[in-house]
């Protein structure tokens, strides 16, 4: 039976299914086909309409099946809405041994996420930053080293477990197997950003249609994510209230004339603008269109800037910041983005998952492209001997070889 890995970006706007081949040197996979398909089932990143988003899951893994050619069971998932947390935990444990073996960086992981989560969440990941063995600080690997304390670092991400309950249930009466289930901007961010980034410094913002989600990277490890209530549909609102045209074409406007900023807007520019109910349309000046827009996009910012000063690490990010997501294509998108950050900016694709078709490029589709790096690393895992467990798949491994597959 042909080995296929398959991931499942389940956004507010769109499904995307990619189906790839891992590669036989092991480190990434072929992309053999892919679906997208519009959703209107979740809101804010939430599935509030089952029917509609199995029906999305359904259009978009079938016709992934159909351009690569393979059947799909099962997916690796991805998660994004605003129930969404991460907090950073602390733990220490005597070596056994007077040598740091395996068993005691289990240990260690298992001390540091013992902290009070509500019944009603679910662990999602655990993601080490750093340990230190006595007062060794830093170390990264500490499998082998002297000494009788070890002290771990972790960030911990969990989510709203009836929320993770209904995405699953979409999954599986769209015939779907949800491996696991990841947190989308991490997926980003393994398809987007480069080593020296993660380990410079550098916050990832997934701008995309109900939530934004962020991940701020120091020292290679995550230190901080978030996700806001807001992205690209809060935009599409805000031009047909204020323009006082249909939804459809406010979404058309935006993509085709929509700025982030004036600063970039010529002043004789115009748009044309579509009239509701039948009424005639009317020529406006493109100004006013970056006049509704700008304020929302600096509101997002705004507040994704306050999440990355909670990092702790604000001023530690010498790679600047990246954006993902559609809605980071806005012309204009970039200039705002350094301007409130204070930050260089660069906008994501999908460069780190070889053979990614050429429409699929794009910052929209990072998410997709990671979750599926995210499946091979795991694959990969597997066959060195990994355990997967759990009903959704969680993977208790070794913390080298989760870092080394995942980031």
Known sequence: MRNVLTALDVGTSKVCALVAEPAPEGGGATVLGYGVSPCTGLRKGVVVNIEATVEAIRAAVAEAEKTSGVRVGAAVVG????????????GIVAVRGGEVSARDVERVIDAARAVAIPLDRQVLHILPQQFAVDDQEGVRDPVGMA????EARIHIVTAAQSYGQNLTKCCERANLTPLEIVFE???????????????LGVALLDVGGGTTGIVVFHGGAVMHTAVLPLGGNHLTSDVAAGLRTPLNEAERLKLSYGVATNSVVGRDQTVQVP?????????????ILGEIIEPRMEEIFTMAAREVMRSGVADSLASGLVLVGGSSLLE??????????????????????KGMPEELMKPAYTAAAGLLLHAAGATRATSNGVVWGGRLGRLRSLVSDWMRDFF
């Open 79 to 90: 998660e994004a809405g605003a129930h969404i947390r991460g907090l950073n935990s602390h």
């Open 185 to 199: 901007p991490l997926a980003s961010a393994a398809a987007t950003l480069f080593p020296e980034e993660r380990e």
């Open 147 to 150: 000494g009788v304390r070890l």
């Open 332 to 353: 204009g998108t970039q200039e705002l983005a350094e301007r409130i950050f204070a930050l260089p900016v660069r906008r994501g694709l999908p460069i780190n998952l």
């Open 275 to 287: 009239g509701v109910g039948g009424r005639e349309p009317r020529v406006i000046a493109r100004r």
